[in-house]
Every structure is written in structure tokens, then in C-alpha cells.
């Protein structure tokens, strides 16, 4: 795999657009079922706006790019997932400082400080069918990798498939946070649409190290 440094980091954001681009339907679809169909339009508002940012400016390190990110979602996404993922890409800009790379180590730490900030913004836990039921999975996977002596694409390539299955997972579960708790019952059987676009931006972050 590639070295995980600002290019990259440039990939990965230019990738991420194009995929939520790519997938905006799919993901208003998914919102519709549980919640207020929303969820692509929000992403992709956010991920254009960070195209046009990254025209005008280059980040000059990973973690520049990530708050480059953060502050673009957090301006330009509302609802649940803007500030979700703004804190996301906030912590792990923050996780990984001015490093001009990343290692597995310093990785799993900027995914795992993404997951606790959603955590702290949301208060999540694993089961409650959102993003978190993505987030958990490919943190813990990407740990393992790491510790068993994986590269960092390699690491992210664990992240991504794990954060896929726990997409998957949301489908039986009736939701404790969100939109998606008021349905109760009636959200079983539909897939937790932030929980999908998690897997997503992390298996684009995955190819974009594999290039
Ligand atoms: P909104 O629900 O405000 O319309 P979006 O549709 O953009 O916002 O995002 C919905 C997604 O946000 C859900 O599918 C879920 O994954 C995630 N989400 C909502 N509330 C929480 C929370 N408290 N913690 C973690 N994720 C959450
Ligand atoms: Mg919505
Ligand atoms: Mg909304």
C-alpha cells in the first residue's frame, strides 16, 4: 500500500466526494425509510464544499486536511451528521497532530479519536443503529491489524470492511438515537443510513492508500 501523507489525504477527501456523490440517492433513500431523506443531500452539500476548498488551498499535512474537513462539514452540513462528522475529523486531526505521514499506530489513533468524538457529541452506543454500529467495528479491526504488525493501508483496508459489515448489522436493529428512534418497531429491516455513509468514506480512504 501507499504511504499514508497529505497526498493521500487529498485523495481520500477527493474520493469521499465522489462517492457520496455517486451514492446521494442511495443514501436519501435509506433516510427516507427512517428518518427525513435527507442524509445524501447533507453529504454531498458538505463533500462539494470541500472539493471547492481543496481547489483554493492545499493542506500542507494530513491532519490539515482532516480539519480542512471538519470545518467545511461543520459549516455546511446541519442536522445530526454535520456536527458528527465535523467532531470526527476534528479529533483525528488533532490525534494525529503535524506528523507528514501516518503509521498503524498513529492511524488507529485518529480513527479511534473520531469514534470517541462522536461518541461524546451523540452518546452511542454500539446497537443503537447509527453510524457508531460502523465506527466501533472498524476502530476494534483496525486495532487487530495494527497490533498484528499490518501496514497502514492495510490497517484501513480492515477498518473499511469492518465498518461495511457493521453497516450491515443495523438492519435488525430498532434505533435508540436519531430520527430513527421515534419509529420504533418500525424502523426493523432498514439500514442505518449514517452507518453506510461511514463505510463509504472509510473504504474510499482505504482505495485511495492502495492507488
Ligand atoms: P438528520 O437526522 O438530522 O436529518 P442526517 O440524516 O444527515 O441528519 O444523519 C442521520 C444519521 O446520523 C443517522 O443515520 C445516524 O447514523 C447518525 N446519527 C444520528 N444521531 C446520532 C447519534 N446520537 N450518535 C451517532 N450517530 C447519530
Ligand atoms: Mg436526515
Ligand atoms: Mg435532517
Do not use: C
Not at 459489515?165 to 421515534?182: F, N, Q, V
Request: hydrophobic share 50%; no cysteine; aromatic share 4%.
Amino acid at each position: 500500500g501507499q504511504t499514508l501523507d497529505t497526498a493521500w489525504a487529498v485523495r481520500w477527501l477527493r474520493a469521499s466526494a465522489a462517492v457520496i456523490a455517486e451514492n446521494r440517492v442511495a443514501l436519501i433513500e435509506l433516510d427516507r425509510a427512517i428518518g427525513d431523506g435527507d442524509h445524501g443531500e447533507n453529504m454531498d452539500r458538505g463533500f462539494t464544499a470541500i472539493l471547492e476548498k481543496l481547489d483554493g488551498e492545499q493542506p500542507a499535512t494530513p491532519g490539515a486536511a482532516f480539519k480542512l474537513a471538519a470545518m467545511t462539514l461543520m459549516s455546511k452540513v446541519g442536522g445530526a451528521a454535520g456536527p458528527l462528522y465535523g467532531t470526527a475529523f476534528l479529533r483525528a486531526g488533532t490525534a494525529v497532530g503535524d506528523a507528514a505521514e501516518l503509521d498503524s499506530a498513529t492511524l488507529v489513533a485518529a480513527l479511534t479519536a473520531a469514534r470517541d468524538g462522536v461518541v461524546a457529541r451523540g452518546k452511542a452506543e454500539v446497537g443503537d443503529k447509527t453510524m457508531i454500529d460502523a465506527w466501533t467495528p472498524a476502530v476494534d479491526a483496525a486495532a487487530a491489524a495494527a497490533a498484528s504488525g499490518e501496514d497502514p493501508a492495510a490497517v484501513l483496508a480492515a477498518a473499511a470492511s469492518a465498518a461495511e459489515a457493521g453497516a450491515e448489522s443495523t438492519d435488525p436493529l430498532i434505533a435508540h438515537k436519531g430520527r430513527a428512534s421515534y419509529l420504533a418497531e418500525r424502523a426493523i429491516g432498514h439500514r442505518d443510513p449514517g452507518a453506510v455513509s461511514s463505510a463509504l468514506l472509510l473504504r474510499a480512504g482505504a482505495q485511495a492508500a492502495e492507488v
